[in-house]
């Protein structure tokens, strides 16, 4: 076992998740500990604080900490480690996270919004491994979206990159939380798939959906509309149907401008869109001025759960990019 190890840590607004990772990516501890987001400044440090020191308890003595990586809620700068104004952590405004961290510790900290970490650890260890030039979405409440260039997280001028999720594919459509319509967040998100799915609904036209969401159309999940389509349900099929086509739209806008080597989809929607990705390919056709789409393949990512404490990690490994793939990652 290599004697180095790396801290990385997943802030939520309710939650906290602490890991050890190894320099292979494993995950070798974890922890969980509450957030508390809505105290002071001082109070939401203490939190952190102690969630690292709850995870330190469980190391190898053997192993030597190499640095902590935090995934913040944004916005946040990631060159100075200083979390902006995140909606659903109102404790810190303006708050200087890394250089806060790095003055307890002693040690490397690096500070980065979720969606950036996991693409790097999905690109150094994960189903990219093996490709310089990688877009990753996650798909769940909402969709967020990474890109990694040749080994290098993309965050543009300020820091503000990558916000694929907020990719505008309809100007008349749903209003999105950001202010803006027609988001892909708000058309094929999990809350969005429930959304169609209630829409879709009358008297009689889904027993099944009905049956699921305990004869309250309001509990629909995107859960139980997926269960209910590989049932043969026509609603249901009809709602992943159409959530097919926006994806495949919005990455057809996304191969055209960026020309990836890969995309890997993560996020708790994704293994429920997992048996459609050859569908989704199929719709690049129209939808894709790029004349090679289809040698970009989708990958399902490795991490799950794991996928903030894993990215943060990732953020002060220091190691170049592998150029051999996992054996495991299949591509669609």
């Known amino acids: 076992m290599n004697d180095e190890c790396v801290v990385g840590i997943d802030i939520g607004g309710t939650k906290i998740a602490a890991g050890i990772v190894d320099l292979e990516g494993n995950v070798l501890a974890r922890n969980r500990t509450p957030m508390v987001a809505r105290g002071s400044s001082a109070d939401g440090l203490a939190a952190v604080e102690f969630a690292i020191k709850s995870v330190l308890d469980r190391k190898d003595p053997s192993q030597k900490v190499r640095g902590i990586g935090i995934c913040s809620p944004g916005p946040l700068?990631?060159?100075?480690?200083?979390?902006?104004?995140?909606?659903?952590?109102?404790?810190?405004?303006?708050?200087?996270?890394?250089?806060?961290?790095?003055n307890l510790y002693r040690v490397p900290v690096q500070v980065e919004n979720d969606a950036n970490a996991a693409a790097l650890a999905?690109?150094?260890?994960?189903?990219?491994?093996?490709?310089?030039?990688?877009?990753?979405?996650?798909?769940?409440?909402?969709?967020?979206?990474?890109?990694?260039?040749?080994?290098?997280?993309?965050?543009?001028?300020?820091?503000?990159?990558?916000?694929?999720?907020?990719?505008?594919?309809?100007?008349?459509?749903p209003l999105c939380p950001c202010g803006k319509r027609g988001c892909i967040e708000v058309l094929a998100s999990g809350p969005a798939i429930a959304r169609r799915a209630r829409e879709k609904l009358t008297h009689g036209s889904s027993a099944r959906l009905i049956e699921l969401a305990s004869g309250n159309p309001d509990s629909l999940t995107s859960e139980m509309v997926g269960k209910a389509c590989a049932e043969g349900d026509p609603v249901a099929q009809a709602v992943i149907s159409e959530t097919l086509?926006?994806?495949?739209?919005?990455?057809?806008?996304?191969?055209?401008?960026?020309?990836p080597d890969v995309i890997v989809m993560g996020g708790g929607v994704s293994s429920m869109l997992a048996p459609y990705l050859v569908d989704l390919r199929k719709r690049w056709k129209g939808a894709v001025v790029n004349p090679w789409p289809n040698r970009v393949p989708v990958l399902l990512a490795r991490y799950g759960e794991e996928a903030g404490v894993a990215g943060a990690a990732a953020l002060l490994d220091g190691s170049p990019l592998s150029t051999e793939p996992l054996p495991s990652s299949e591509a669609v």
């Open 122 to 173: 999905e690109a150094k260890w994960g189903a990219a491994r093996g490709y310089r030039n990688v877009f990753y979405l996650c798909i769940g409440t909402g969709i967020g979206t990474g890109i990694v260039f040749d080994g290098e997280i993309y965050h543009g001028r300020t820091g503000a990159a990558g916000e694929g999720g907020h990719m505008g594919i309809d100007a008349n459509g």
């Open 77 to 102: 700068d990631p060159k100075t480690g200083v979390v902006i104004n995140p909606p659903n952590l109102p404790c810190w405004r303006n708050f200087p996270l890394g250089e806060s961290i790095r």
């Open 245 to 259: 086509d926006v994806l495949a739209y919005w990455l057809g806008n996304v191969i055209d401008l960026l020309e």
